[in-house]
């Protein structure tokens, strides 16, 4: 209700100034309406909590439940990346943790966690059976792949922080212990390794894993994904909810041919507003004061704007120019994909490039859709390398330091 009206009168606001003066109003201002704090807490709850009924994957096809039940103990559980969320576990189980009377080796604990709904973006039911606490069903949240948390308690364990992507988490790893997927399958899915997921290998059987992106930041950009696909948040958040989580739902794209069908119950498109206002309202984390040099910094940015050329296509407040244009493939540094892999824009529907938003950077690596970049330093020389640009050590070094501050 209020998100629709703000925007209304933001678009009625900008025609008005467009008709007095036509170079006083951008269309990037109109379709920005402030977050509306409401819809935006409904919003959290789904990003972390909400399964969309994908349980009719993950436990009746998966099998999850049980593999959980026998082979994953939370040991093994922060190895594979999950995280537990520190503040959903009472005292006396912090308490046990810390005298070692709560077994970290057993998988009883993970249920324990499961039950406490204390494992980031995994969402159990656990029932009573025979007296014993049994995982009966078992899904996953958007927060699997982009939450982590702050480690405060022990590696693995602390707050959560929503929006960070869980570079540590090895989703391909976690679905291959399947025992529903035949070796061909699981030998791709172990091929991905951690912070890395292919949205798109069950729906056209190639093989190219990507980072896991933040969820943070994304205020003002209406071109969504690597490649651009949505122009809002919400139309890739059910791609992934119903064709990649599972979900009941349905989604359709005419581009790349995908028609999926979960469910006769939509537990999905009702919430979509929601969900993409939380994502909307989640900034992106400003660098760590001591993290970079501001006088170097504060060179890079005459590098970044001028001898780099970086803001011909990293412009605006958000270093993109995404709302305007994307990139053909061949103007983009980040292809050909390593390892003989397609190129991922021709898998998808739009073909081409987004520019990245910047913000946070320090934050994220690897670096580019495929992470081919592992730093900072490797994406500066990869721009020089390829774009021919001829940059000195020192500029190099302080558009690096630039980069760290954004
Ligand atoms: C299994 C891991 C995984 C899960 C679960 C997941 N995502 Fe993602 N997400 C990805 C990957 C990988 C991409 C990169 C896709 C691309 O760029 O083509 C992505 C892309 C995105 C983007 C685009 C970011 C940008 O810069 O444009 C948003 C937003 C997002 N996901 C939100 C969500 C939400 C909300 C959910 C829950 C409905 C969700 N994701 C579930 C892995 C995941
Ligand atoms: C022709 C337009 C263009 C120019 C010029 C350009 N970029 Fe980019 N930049 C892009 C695109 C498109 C991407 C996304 C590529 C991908 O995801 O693989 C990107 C990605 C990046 C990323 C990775 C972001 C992430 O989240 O992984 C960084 C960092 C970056 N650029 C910095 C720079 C710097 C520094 C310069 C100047 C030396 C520069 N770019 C020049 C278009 C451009």
């Known amino acids: 209700m209020f998100q629709s ?5 933001a678009v009625l606001g900008c025609l008005f100034v467009l008709a007095a003066a036509p170079s006083g109003c951008s269309s990037d201002e109109a379709a920005t309406p402030a977050v509306d704090p409401t819809l935006a807490a409904m919003g959290k709850d789904i990003f972390r909590f909400d399964t969309f009924g994908d349980e009719t994957f993950w436990t009746d096809t998966l099998m999850m439940n049980t593999v959980i039940s026998t082979a994953v103990d939370p040991t093994t559980a922060l190895t594979v990346g999950l995280k537990v969320d520190a503040e959903a576990i009472p005292a006396d ?9 709560v077994s970290l080796t057993s998988p009883a604990t993970t ?20 007296g014993v606490d049994t995982l009966t069903r078992v899904g996953i949240t958007c927060a699997l792949c982009h939450s982590t948390v702050d480690n405060s308690f022990m590696a693995g364990i602390g707050k959560r922080l929503d929006g960070w992507p869980n570079h540590d988490l090895n989703p391909g790893a976690i679905i291959a212990l399947s025992p529903a ?3 061909d399958k699981k030998a791709v899915y172990n091929s991905w390794g951690a912070g890395k997921y292919d949205p798109r290998y069950n729906q056209d059987g190639m ?7 933040p969820a943070f930041g994304l205020l003002g950009i209406n071109s969504i994904t690597a490649t651009g696909d949505g122009t809002d948040i919400a139309y890739w958040n059910r791609y992934v909810a119903v064709t990649q989580m599972g979900g009941h739902g349905t989604f359709t794209e005419s581009r790349t041919g995908v028609e999926v069908t979960n469910g006769t119950d939509d537990q999905v498109s009702a919430k979509l507003p929601a969900l993409q206002e939380y994502q909307r309202s989640i900034a992106a984390p400003a660098p760590p004061a001591d993290s970079f040099n501001a006088a170097a910094a504060a060179r890079g940015k005459t590098v970044f704007e001028g001898a ?3 803001a011909t296509c990293h412009s605006g407040s958000e270093f993109t120019d995404a709302n305007s244009k994307l990139h053909e493939p061949s103007e983009v540094v980040s292809e050909p994909e390593p390892g003989g892999v397609a190129s991922y824009a021709s898998r998808t529907a739009t073909k081409k490039y987004r520019t990245a938003p910047l913000k946070g950077l320090w934050q994220h690596a690897p670096y580019f859709h495929n992470g081919s970049a592992a730093t900072l330093d490797a994406v500066v020389e990869t721009y020089d390398s390829k774009k021919t640009l001829g940059l000195t050590a020192d500029q ?11």
């Open 111 to 130: 249920i324990a966690l499961l039950k406490l709904n204390a494992v980031v973006g995994v969402k159990g039911t656990v029932e009573s059976v025979g």
């Open 5 to 9: 009206g703000g925007k209304r009168s």
């Open 207 to 213: 093989n190219g894993p990507q980072v896991i992106p």
């Open 181 to 183: 997927l035949p070796a």
């Open 93 to 101: 189980v912090v308490a046990g943790v810390q005298n070692g009377t």
């Open 308 to 310: 780099g050329k970086c």
């Open 396 to 406: 190099k070094a302080d558009l690096v330091q630039y980069l760290k501050s954004l």
